[in-house]
């Protein structure tokens, strides 16, 4: 590894003055995404800027209407959270398929998220939940919604120097099941993920690994959602459509082809168990 | 009936290792080490024009650039084997050519491993690339480029032809029994590059000792052959050179290997300072790896079933360089062929060189891809036979007292020994197996339909326990003040628990108990000669020699005894490290024993350094009966049930000998279902890190069931066999007969991905 200067800020507004204070700097949290490219040589940073000292928020918060996660909270608490597994269980069931314990020690899911690989375990959780990411530039914050952040692979909707603070999930009585294809059981980047999350008779529909970003397919949800009464041949039609949307790449971890027959095949067996009928 | 032997002893370096305090290479401090890096050939086949390291060499804190202008061109071969090595010398410490990518170029030795990688982007390499042959089809097409043209390799079979090695051997009259057979079977696959992937990868340090000797601390199986390979490689003589084998975090094959310690040597012997090399993971995928074959089996047989004719066709792929290309390729045939007894065999082998990484010894060593072949083709003529494949066979395998006379013909890469069966517990292993998966029960494919389908998969093998005739294994056994045990010996513990288990045989032989023997092994300096861990041999070879030595002991020791207690030596019995007279009850301990010894009268040091070979090489023998289910929709197989059951003989430690079938299966289940080598057009291996070259953990192991089927072999030690290999043959055709029985495909290629089960399913 080449050598870089560390810096531990003790407030936000000191982490994104440092860090736009030149062209190659980079934020660590876990450093489970960054120390692995960095010892490949792959990014070389002049500065690493510490947001463990920053003051972000970290934890998970209950709120009256709506639950607050940290950015520096990790995906073992976020895997092990009472409150977490009752209330977004498939968001805990996602934060522990991600790595392994020791990874899942360290990461954090502001890491997972402004990481932005298209196999962001965590990613689609968040956008099928309509969750909303709050944002600072060490001045002003803003909110994004969860399915407008991610741009394309490593790329967000963050600004320069801008930092992903807390992550806001509304309280509310929807359903949700994540599903994780990998080579082997742990320890295994995903072929495919997804999220498939009913509320009030609504679905929302969201593959990741098969695009350049986690991808929610609106024409799906809208044939599941305008339809009276949801059986086997409308839920086949549906998982037709979404293996239209996707584009996925052919790889390592599985050819583009077969990605789309495991999409098809869990989509289908997915919606099937969230509308009652069997697939 | 045993006191020691054949319990579960606790394992006398498990203590040190779980506390982290057992020392492995990397665990001692050396005072300006410095840190050797290679720099590899980005091409798969080409000429090396010409190389200047000048401005490496000027770096600030290079210390030595090493390459084939400024080191000895010796040819020998890495493959680790006993004196004359039976694989071809066609490899150097460095050659003006290269023949993989990968393949060393040149070494840079610097101060830190930082300073050694910048360095190597300094030297200048001017190729000339050249044709490669990337994959078995084309290494002997006419015209294709010869990768071992250099004129002084020797031990090639036919270089022209890319050959390493052949072999064509006959018994009785295949075509004619073949052609009289009711039912023939011919069936071909081809198996994959595969890495032992030992969680510690290839390690050394070397350095000079005060009187100026290279001391060479490394991770091995062979700390003997490592200092017989080096002394001929650094042209030094092997009383100048100390091997020692510290604890090591696993090797299964790969450390038989001798072909890092030269360079660390090399570096020390220029510099005068301690060397270190340390490959990384991706350097580890291409260090050695598991020959991939393409297998032919025809079978011929009446309609009773009987076995009239087995034909076994091989070609070996062993990459650039013929380390073990012959044997891995003969034992293919041996270890494979002898288990059915038919009267006509026939087994044609060849090995070719590929400008791919180079092949090696890996556990299972050529059965593995044989029994992928010829269990599935067992299979495939049951079901013409419209017979059971459980019964046949039953009626085929070998028995107790019989031969074959495949034994006599093919042995490690010449002919071999004459050898009957004088334990097996095969037959009752298959018996608990169909019972244990309700094997009546079982429905062909055709009745089987739903997205799920259950599947059911049997197959039988046999290994070996060392190499007759030319394994030799010794041992030396003092005793001390106190009545305990130095027990030194060459053989090699890679994490196998062979410590322990010599330590249990010596402690039987010599009426004691485990915790009385101090075990100090593999240090070429200190213990006496030992070939090394391979060929399933240290329970069995190395066991032996213990044997042989503690009963030496125990026989000085009731010679002093006789004369301590003033009776004869057969009034002495020994028991639980005490001679008591018979004819009045009087008793000595093995400590009065020892000082008596020592100090008091006629006094010598009791001990003995034994050695053993063996005329024959006793099977262990498995069957594995397994249960999956398939998804239709993905291609995925689950194992519901895996029942392995192994006669090792007797089990010295039954623990141990569980952890290594268990650990041999899951090897064995991540070869056939997830391991492979992705290469791209020119040769260079894709995928060579745990991200992308994916082996079992323990989440993906279910439904394991093993059991040791205890048997007594006359020729090992308290009647042991070897355990270690066997395990790993069974997962490929066990499984793939499982996959036809659910869905009705076979499997030709590996590993048996679900992408590969949905496309055979669609053809
Ligand atoms: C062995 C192993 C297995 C893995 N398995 C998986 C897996 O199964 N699934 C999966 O999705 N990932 C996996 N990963 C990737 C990684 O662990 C996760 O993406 C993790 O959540 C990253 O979090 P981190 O805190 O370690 O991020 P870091 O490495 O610290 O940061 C990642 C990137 O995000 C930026 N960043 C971090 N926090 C912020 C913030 N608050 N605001 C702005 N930018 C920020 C950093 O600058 C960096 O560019 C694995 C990694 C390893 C090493």
Not at chain 2, 682 to 709: A, C, T
Request: contains cysteine; aromatic residues 8%.
């Amino acid at each position: 590894m080449e050598n870089f200067e560390f810096i531990s800020p003790i407030t936000i507004k000191g982490a994104v003055s440092q860090y736009k204070k030149g062209a190659n700097n980079y934020y660590l949290a876990g450093g489970t995404d960054l120390i692995v490219l960095m010892r490949e040589g792959i990014l070389v940073p002049e500065k690493i800027i510490d947001l463990k000292t920053a003051g972000l928020p970290s934890g998970i918060k209950k709120l009256k209407t709506e639950i607050r996660i940290g950015a520096l909270a990790t995906l073992s608490e976020i895997e092990h959270s009472s409150f977490i597994r009752k209330e977004i269980p498939f968001l805990a069931e996602a934060a522990g398929k991600l790595g392994s314990p020791l990874t899942r020690n360290r990461a954090t899911i502001g890491g997972n998220l402004c990481n932005a690989s298209p196999a962001a375990d965590t990613a689609t959780p968040l956008i099928a939940v309509g969750a909303k990411f709050i944002l600072s530039d060490g001045k002003k914050e803003r909110r994004v919604k969860a399915e407008e952040f991610f741009k394309g692979v490593k790329q967000t909707v963050l600004k320069k120097g801008e930092l992903l603070k807390e992550i806001v999930i509304p309280r509310s009585a929807g359903k949700g099941i994540f599903y994780k294809k990998s080579r082997i059981k742990l320890v295994d980047l995903a072929t495919v993920n997804m999220t498939v999350y009913r509320e009030k008779k609504k679905y929302r529909i969201v593959i990741g690994a098969c695009h350049i970003t986690p991808l929610r397919i609106r024409a799906a949800e809208e044939k599941l959602n305008k339809a009276k009464k949801i059986d086997l041949a409308l839920i086949n039609e549906t998982a037709e459509i979404v293996v239209k949307t996707i584009k996925p790449i052919s790889d390592m971890r599985g050819s583009a082809e077969y990605r789309k027959q495991l999409v098809e095949t869990h989509v289908a067996r997915l919606i099937g168990e969230l509308a009652g009928v069997e697939v | 009936m045993f006191k020691e032997v054949n319990h579960s002893r606790l394992k006398v370096d498990g203590l040190s290792l779980a506390a982290g305090k057992a020392l492995f290479v990397d665990d001692m401090d050396f005072r300006e080490l410095l840190i050797v890096k290679f720099m590899k050939s980005p091409h798969a086949h080409a000429e090396i024009l010409s190389i200047d390291t000048s401005a490496a060499e000027a770096f600030p804190g290079v210390h030595a650039v090493i390459h084939h202008g400024n080191t000895p061109r010796i040819p020998h071969t890495t493959a680790g084997q006993g004196h004359p090595e039976p694989s071809p010398y066609d490899t150097y410490m460095f050659d003006k050519k290269v023949r993989y990518v990968g393949d060393p170029v040149a070494a840079v030795a610097a101060d830190t491993a930082e300073i050694a990688l910048e360095a190597i982007k300094l030297i200048k390499v001017e190729y000339k690339e050249l044709e490669a042959v990337l994959s078995i089809a084309d290494a002997s097409k006419p015209g294709v480029p010869v990768i071992h043209d250099e004129e002084d390799s020797f031990g090639i079979y036919d270089r022209e032809k890319n050959l390493a090695g052949h072999v064509d051997v006959k018994v009785g009259d295949v075509e004619k029994a073949l052609a009289d057979s009711e039912f023939t079977v011919e069936y071909e696959i081809e198996t994959h590059y595969s890495q032992h992937t030992p969680i510690e990868p290839h390690i050394c340090i070397s350095y000079l000792e005060e009187k100026g000797r290279l001391v060479i601390r490394t991770s091995t199986q062979v700390p003997f052959h490592v200092r017989r390979i080096c002394a001929k490689v650094l042209e030094m003589p092997e009383k100048n050179i100390r091997v020692v084998k510290p604890r090591i975090g696993g090797g299964f094959g790969t450390k038989q290997e001798v072909y890092l310690e030269y360079y660390a040597g090399m570096i020390t012997k220029l510099t005068g300072r301690p060397a270190k090399i340390e490959l990384t993971r991706e350097e580890e995928f291409i260090s050695r790896t598991r020959h991939p074959m393409a297998v032919k089996v025809k079978l011929g047989a009446n309609g009773d079933g009987m076995l009239n004719a087995v034909e076994m066709d091989v070609i070996s792929n062993t990459g650039a360089y013929g380390s073990h290309a012959l044997t891995v390729m003969f034992n293919a045939g041996s270890k494979c062929l002898p288990l059915y007894g038919a009267k006509n065999v026939r087994f044609n082998g060849s090995t070719v060189y590929t400008n791919l990484p180079v092949a090696g010894a890996y556990r299972g060593y050529g059965a593995t891809q044989g029994y992928a072949c010829l269990e599935q083709a067992m299979d495939i003529l049951a079901e013409k036979l419209k017979m059971c494949p459980v019964q046949l066979r039953k009626i085929n395998h070998i028995k107790k007292d019989e031969t074959s006379p495949i034994f006599a013909a093919l042995g490690e890469g010449k002919e071999g020994v004459p050898q009957f069966i004088k334990s097996t517990a095969l037959s009752e292993i298959i018996e608990w197996g169909e019972e244990g998966l309700n094997w009546s029960d079982t429905k062909p494919h055709t009745e089987k339909t739903g997205r799920i389908r259950r599947g059911k998969g049997m197959a039988i093998f046999m290994q070996g326990s060392g190499i007759p005739l030319v394994d030799m294994a010794s041992a030396s056994i003092k005793i001390n003040d106190d009545g305990s045990f130095n027990l030194n010996v060459g053989a090699t513990d890679l994490g196998t628990g062979s410590d322990t288990v010599l330590s249990q045989i010596a402690a039987e032989a010599l009426e004691t108990t485990t915790d009385n023997i101090i075990i100090y092994s593999s240090d070429t300096d200190m213990t006496p000669f030992d070939v090394g861990a391979y060929a399933s041999s240290t329970t069995y070879i190395s066991g032996g020699a213990v044997k042989v030595t503690g009963e030496e002991v125990l026989k000085q020791i009731r010679m002093v005894a006789a004369d301590m207690l003033k009776c004869s030596r057969e009034e002495i019995e020994l028991k639980n490290s005490i001679a008591t007279s018979k004819k009045d009850g009087k008793t000595k301990t093995y400590g009065d024993i020892a000082k008596y010894a020592l100090y008091i009268n006629n006094q010598f040091q009791i001990g003995y350094i034994g050695s053993h070979i063996s005329p024959v090489s006793p099977p262990p023998f498995m069957g594995v009966f397994t249960e999956i289910e398939v998804d239709t929709w993905t291609g995925k197989i689950e194992i519901i049930k895996y029942m392995c059951g192994v006669d090792c003989g007797t089990a010295i430690n039954p623990k141990l000998a569980e952890g290594q079938v268990e650990g041999a299966v899951v090897n064995g289940l991540s070869y056939a279902l997830t391991e492979g080598y992705l290469f791209n057009k020119k040769g260079k291996m894709m995928n060579g890190s745990f991200q992308d070259y994916k082996i079992y953990n323990i989440e993906d192991v279910q439904g394991l069931e093993i059991k040791l089927f205890s048997t007594f072999e006359p020729s090992g030690p308290f009647g042991a066999k070897s355990v270690s290999e066997i395990g790993i043959n069974g997962p490929i055709p066990a499984i793939a007969n499982a996959l036809y029985n659910a869905v009705g495909v076979r499997a030709v290629r590996f590993p048996m991905k679900p992408e590969y089960i949905l496309e055979l399913m669609e053809k």
